[in-house]
């Protein structure tokens, strides 16, 4: 059988409402082997100094900070880094042993456990707010028991700050028009991309209040969905997404991922 064509970010297609992304299995020894290709000595370094690029938002406007967080899914962990350094109390888990391992040996001294978010080994009602910054659309059965685990271990009126693909009204038009009809022969599920209204109304399923959404990174959407802008001079497709910036619409509706800020009820 011949195996499919892989596009560059993953072969996609629109099933029960959602757009599904194909490549492979998004699993431990998956994020271990990209996780071990971003660990290097300069890695750390702007998050040692408290950046937090485009989640600083985010961040600084949401997240108590005088009260215990988690990152659930902190892979590298570098946002464990910024924020301590920033003066916030967060702690991060993953089940990526070998990166937490590297992130120590790097970055120094970090609370760090590893462990299974669908199954946290923590007590009930035990952190302030949970960050979770693109994972739990990996799993294939779908994100509530993620959701679940992170709403048990939020004290009540816990803060949930969640992040996901975004399947925005860019790509909404382009699947009316039959865009994502990939040949996904051969290739394991790897990601969900959700509308806001489907993710909010999980969230709230599952018992969260939601407070406010956000979608960002508009200018990979448009890279990854306009395909004209692919086949022009480096340049002007760098200055026509510089001024994307700036139409209020493009970058508040068209973001390649929407933040989600909650409560637990």
């Known amino acids: 059988m ?36 971003e660990l290097t000595s300069d ?18 406007r949401h997240l108590p900070k005088d ?12 946002w464990v880094v910024a924020l ?14 070998t990166a937490l391992r590297k992130a120590r040996q790097m970055a120094g001294p970090l609370r760090l456990v590893s462990g299974d978010l669908t199954a946290l080994g923590m ?29 048990r271990i939020l004290n009540p009126g816990g803060l949930l700050l969640i992040s996901v693909p975004y399947f925005n009204p860019l790509r909404r038009r382009r699947a009316d028009h039959d865009a994502y009809q990939d040949d996904v022969t051969g290739l394991d599920f790897y990601q969900y991309a959700f509308t806001r209204t489907e993710f909010c109304e999980i969230l709230e399923n599952v018992g969260y209040q939601i407070e406010v959404v956000y979608s960002y990174a508009h200018q990979h959407s448009l890279s990854q ?19 994307s910036d700036f139409i209020p619409y493009v970058n508040t509706k068209l973001g390649h991922m929407l933040m989600v800020v909650a409560r637990k009820k």
């Open 43 to 60: 890695y750390y370094k702007p998050f040692q100094a408290g950046r937090l690029y485009e989640f600083e938002r985010f961040f600084k």
């Open 67 to 78: 009260r215990l967080i988690l990152e659930a899914g902190c892979g590298t962990p570098q």
């Open 123 to 151: 007590a009930d009602d035990s952190f302030d707010a949970v960050i979770s910054i693109g994972v739990v659309e990996h799993r294939k059965e779908g994100p509530e028991v993620f959701l679940n685990e992170m709403r």
């Open 84 to 97: 301590n350094t920033l003066g916030y109390n967060c702690v991060g888990l993953d089940y990526a042993i």
């Open 225 to 243: 969905e306009l395909h004209w802008l692919k086949k022009i001079h480096p340049f002007l497709r760098r200055v026509l997404l510089k001024l």
């Open 2 to 37: 011949k195996s499919p064509t892989l596009n560059r970010d993953g072969n996609r297609r629109i099933e029960n409402g959602r757009l599904v992304y194909y490549h492979q299995t998004a699993d431990q020894g998956y994020w271990e082997n990209v996780w071990e290709r």
